[in-house]
């Protein structure tokens, strides 16, 4: 195993959390193949600079958080990725229920303040909103709960 490419993938991890699939994509673009790609990802995985649950949860919570995403949207990038089901389990668990449903609140009253310029049908304002936050990946009958009491 050559150990500057050890080093090189090692800082490439240290850098940003990433997906086994991102290092070996790193790899092949540094010529790195097969078996020896293998072997430097379980070496990274026991260093500890490459963990999946851990990329599942900063993930999560910071899509979450930073991007206002619901946990369908967030579910579903992580599945995309290749994340094992518990990994994404662990990542969902990042997200507070109380915060999740203030977070959707927030997000669904700054929307209604900006389309209430300009849309009067209270029907059509509903429909945009719902279509809104869906689009953000959050759960149905949590839209429209949330929309009736808006």
């Known amino acids: 195993m050559d150990r500057l490419i050890l080093q090189k993938a090692a800082s490439y991890c240290a850098y940003q959390e990433r997906t086994q699939e991102e290092v070996r994509q790193r790899l092949r673009k540094w010529n790195v193949w097969g078996e020896e790609a293998d072997e ?7 260093m500890n600079y490459l963990s999946e649950e851990r990329f599942a949860k900063t993930y999560a919570g910071g899509k979450f958080r930073i991007k ?39 997000l669904l009253q700054k929307k209604k303040d900006l389309l209430s310029k300009t849309e009067t049908d209270p029907f059509k304002l509903k429909q945009k909103l719902a279509r809104f936050a869906l689009g953000k990946g959050y759960e149905s009958e949590l839209v429209w709960k949330e929309l009736e009491s808006l």
Not at 40 to 46: H, N, Q, R, T, W
Not at 73 to 89: A, F, P, V, W
Request: hydrophobic share 35%.
């Open 40 to 46: 430097l990802i379980a070496e990274l995985i026991s």
């Open 68 to 106: 206002n995403w619901g946990r369908m949207k967030i579910k579903q990038e992580l599945q995309r990725r290749g994340i094992s089901t518990y990994s994404i389990q662990q990542g969902m668990n990042e997200i507070g229920d109380q915060a999740y449903v203030e977070n959707l609140r927030i």
